[in-house]
DNA sequence: CCCCTTCTCGTATGGCCTACGGAAACTATC
DNA sequence: GATAGTTTCCGTAGGCCATACGAGAAGGGG
């Protein structure tokens, strides 16, 4: 099941996602802290990425830095918590270029380095396919991420209301490219079996259940060799997309 | 966190899924059944649509139908194949017009159907969202819709080897639309707050957080009203995806 | 040496899936 | 009507999970 971020209290977690410690104004000290913030969370991406969200309990997460089970609480509200802020720490971790950093000149360039980063964020963290992003931590990570997106599509001309839509369907189907991919990932390691495999197997017993009569489309695409040489599907989609795009743009350039 | 299709036996779930009986053939007869595999998998959608995914476990889907826990492992051989039955159903659920049935003449249209029919699909079974599709139950309804798909865009001529993956780029991004749409849903749900007023809660801490400096493509629009009055994104997206694909397929044409 | 503050973490509660195996319910046969 | 054969029903038990609560430990400042 997918977790959910975006139940989390914003005056709690705010702080947090952004490193602000409390003022500590009198600093009346007590018993000092074994761990850090950012050693919790460094050790629950670790053992999410080994083992998968389901298996990144606080009790493993706890036994990992070598504390009692408790102990997280100190540091986090709760299990909810920490998700924010392993999602908002790998979607930094893409360090796209920020402002005045250098990037490639062509927007289409600009939107495959995106790209790129993503589908290699989600290759290295594929726990992150499982927390929905509807409501995501407002974090250094996802403001930066919602900066270069629109900055890479706020120079082509497309009138005021359209530029964020087209930057979030630009998102919106990279990610859905890259959490394929992480799912397919997991999938692989928790049953050993490749995609190809899997489909394989099935295969086999295709011919017991598929129904010619019903399936036109798909059979004479089938004979016809179209399902093995396929095209990659979101390269090919993410290009159309973007030309679909800039046609839309160019239309309100003058011509 | 995504419950993971495909990890399912497939002898023992592809007759399931076709509700083909075994052959029975001497018949020798027992105890009577009191239930149906469609009666388990009918409860199941049923109270994961009312309470959600994680809420339905073998044990409140047999209290729901009057019988003990382990009785439904009669019917399905673990929660996993359940959920796959409980995800063909409701993907067979949206009835897409099949070879033969009558359909909008204009193949965006025959997408418009796809579409909306699919979005509808995640509005009233939000739970679906959970699930990941990337090893899909091959069954009637999974089978449907990639018929119905490559139906759509067998037409257009495009070259053999960009038929499948345009009709994949189509499905991604409308379901990945959908269950924006079904998570945000959820969510609400679960804190009863919309993603409106969880925006405005958070907006209000905004400028203590929001470095202007950082992201100064985010500030502009701001500043212009460009996040006010935006476009719907995923009409704006599939709208601009589909003239992409078109384009692409007129440049195959004869001029 | 004591107080105050903070951090540490054991225990306990209520849920989840499902392996196992005995009891129950029906038909067919004698 | 008894018995055998077959199928379905389901209680129990074990090993996971998050986290509320509160007692005790470990520092600094006086």
Redesign the interface.
Known sequence: ????S??TD??RI?PLL?RHRAPAAGRPTGRPPKLTVDAVVAAAVALADADG??ATSMAKVAARLGVGTMTLYTYVPSRAELVDLMVDDVLAGRALP??GDPRPENWRDQVGVYADRTRAMYRAHPWL??V?L??PP?GPGM??E??YV??TV?GLGLP???????A??IT??V???AR?EA??A??RR??GQS?DD?WL??MQ?WE???DV??????T??WN????H??????G??L???????A??AAGFSPA
Do not use: C, K
């Not at 005021?160 to 087209?166: E, G, S, T, Y």
């Not at 009569?213 to 798909?218: D, N, Q, S, T, V």
């Not at 016809?224 to 399902?227: D, S, Y």
């Open positions: 099941m997918t977790e959910f975006g139940r914003p005056e705010l952004w969200l389901a920020g402002p396919s499982q929905t509807v409501r407002i403001l930066a919602r900066e629109l900055s706020s005021l209301h359209r530029i964020n839509p087209a979030l369907a919106a189907f990610t859905a490219g394929q799912d397919s997991q999938l928790a049953t995609d899997w197997q099935r017993l017991d259940w598929f009569e019903r399936h036109p489309a798909m004479e695409l016809a060799g179209g399902f040489e396929s095209e990659d599907a979101f090919y989609g290009a159309v997309l973007l030309d679909g795009i046609a839309d």
